[in-house]
């Protein structure tokens, strides 16, 4: 008897370069900026204002999406440069992909100024600042803070989605109090520390557990869900440790090495906004069609697999990692990487130290709800 096979090996589908069935497609809609931060990563390799517009048709979008990302679930980022900057073509993806989520991350100096028709559609903004006042104008300009606020205000009635504040915190003043603010602003605050040589200190250090310290006292002593983002998902992580790897396949909470897809305004496509500058770091192109696995993955010397951190931080920030360990860069792993590694350790710690466990079988059902599925964690790196 003779048995004919159903279908040939060249049949069988090929496997995805994206892992897991969920895509962030983030499309910088412009290299230019209104503002000139003084520690913007796209300043690596002369990339602000390289690219002012969208190169690439979105009958070219819909190609490589037909292609690459059909059974995917897709969720649109707008980024840049600042990406307001671009208006129309944001208009344009909203109108073609009606079915698509979308989030914008912006420097909210523009933000007033967006129409109703796009506000409705964000079911995030993620607005950039320092902290408070004085240092957020110091690193953006004169004025920058008081008119993100002021514009956030202004919007906050016109959308249905969440605000949330993305801190980038360098400044070893940032103090409790100016973070904790925020909160009557925002819906959420996330914070990053900057991969910034020289805000690293034994003082600095100091004075940012300090503030650690008081954050997270505030979290677990509050009759509400305070709001801070990397709390929130370390807690989440620790309870609920599936919820640290289901979505991410067990790599890095940033989503670099899984479902994040940074298309420049040119097509070209790469794992990390912070790398767009490395050639060996090209992943695809929406002009020519093609796209392959992220090359930005975890690596046998990078030393997450020993760190008390590593069930709950999965490994953040790759990127930094990836420059400190595998590049061989011993002068930027020390003077960044190994004290951020150390601000998050001890983040865990102070977790630690008010038995998550037993605080989230307490708490209500709608603050475990929120804990457990807030939609901010898609959009965010989590870990600080």
């Not at 914070?191 to 100091?206: C, H, K, L, N, R």
Request: hydrophobic share 40%; glycine share 6%; with cysteine.
């Amino acid at each position: 008897m003779t048995y004919y096979p159903l279908f040939s090996p060249s049949d069988a589908p090929a496997v995805s370069p994206i892992v897991g069935k969920r895509v962030e497609l983030q499309l910088l809609t412009t290299l230019k900026c209104n503002l000139k931060c003084t520690y913007c990563s796209l300043g690596v390799g002369d990339m602000v204002g390289s690219q002012g517009k969208v190169s690439y048709t979105l009958d070219a979008l819909d190609a490589f999406i037909a292609k690459h990302l059909a059974e995917h679930e897709v969720y649109v980022t707008f980024y840049g440069g600042e990406p307001t900057l671009n208006l129309g073509f944001i208009r344009e993806v909203m109108a073609r992909y009606p079915a698509f989520r979308f989030q914008l991350q912006t420097n909210g100096t523009l933000l007033d100024d967006l129409p109703e028709s796009v506000l409705a559609k964000l079911s995030n903004i993620l607005l950039s600042i320092d902290g408070g006042e004085t240092i957020t104008d110091g690193f953006r300009g004169r004025g920058v803070y008081r008119q993100v606020i002021k514009n956030t205000q202004a919007v906050r009635d016109r959308m249905a989605g969440a605000l949330t504040a993305r801190v980038t915190w360098s400044s070893e003043e940032t103090s409790f109090e100016e973070l904790d603010e925020l909160v009557n602003t925002f819906d959420y605050v996330y914070f990053q520390f900057v991969a910034g040589e020289g805000t690293y200190s034994p003082a600095a250090m100091e004075k940012k557990k300090a503030v650690i310290t008081r954050l997270v006292d505030k979290f677990f002593s509050s009759d509400v869900l305070y709001p801070i983002i990397p709390i929130m998902g370390i807690v989440r992580n620790k309870v609920l440790p599936s919820r640290a790897t289901e979505l991410y396949h067990g790599k890095t909470q940033c989503r670099v090495s899984t479902h994040i897809l940074n298309v420049m305004p040119d097509g070209k496509i790469f794992p990390c906004p912070d790398m767009m500058y490395v050639p060996e770091m090209l992943q695809g192109d929406v002009l020519a069609n093609w796209l392959k696995p992220s090359p930005l993955q975890p690596h046998a010397s990078m030393p997450c697999g020993t760190c008390e951190a590593q069930a709950w931080c999965r490994g953040n920030c790759l990127k930094n990692l990836y420059l400190a360990y595998v590049k061989g860069d011993d002068h930027y792993r020390s003077k960044v990487v190994e004290p951020i590694c150390e601000l998050v350790r001890f983040l865990g710690r102070e977790v630690d130290r008010h038995d998550p466990h037993a605080w989230y079988a307490k708490a209500p059902l709608g603050v475990q709800k929120t804990l457990r599925d807030c939609e901010v964690y898609e959009y965010v790196e989590i870990m600080p």
